[in-house]
Nanobody
Framework: QVQLVESGGRLVQAGGSLRLSCAASGLTFSNHAMGWFCQSPGKEREFVAAIDWSGGRTYYGDSVKGRFTISRDNAKNTVYLQMNSLKPEDTAVYYC?????????????????WGQGTQVTVSS
């Protein structure tokens, strides 16, 4: 049974930083590209960042370029999202997702596995 478990979300002030983690189990992690998405109430799930199987290629949504960094540790079956210069508009539930293909994708429909999400709240 595949499980993705996110952690690290909390309340933080604008301008602050957070690091989200997503621990994967039940799958061959290094065969999977991974992504982060976020969703606010009343809005559709939005692409944040993605990384290929090796960690050699990354891709970011326009709103987070230059502020967020996605990385992975295949030895620990974990993907990370370093979030810097946080803004109130970054407030959302952040979801980790996995797709069996080695290459990344910005489209939520291309991901098979999803975590339960972790809440990030940025106060002004």
């Amino acid at each position: 049974q595949v499980q993705l478990v996110e952690s690290g979300g909390r309340l933080v002030q604008a301008g602050g930083s957070l690091r989200l983690s997503c621990a994967a189990s039940g799958l061959t992690f290094s065969n999977h590209a991974m992504g982060w998405f976020c969703q606010s109430p009343g809005k559709e799930r939005e692409f944040v960042a993605a990384i290929d199987w090796s960690g050699g290629r990354t891709y970011y949504g326009d709103s987070v370029k230059g502020r967020f960094t996605i990385s992975r540790d295949n030895a620990k079956n974990t993907v990370y999202l370093q979030m810097n210069s946080l803004k109130p508009e970054d407030t959302a539930v952040y979801y980790c997702a996995g797709r069996i293909f080695s290459d990344y994708s910005p489209l939520a429909r291309n991901y098979l596995y999803w975590g339960q999400g972790t809440q990030v709240t940025v106060s002004s």
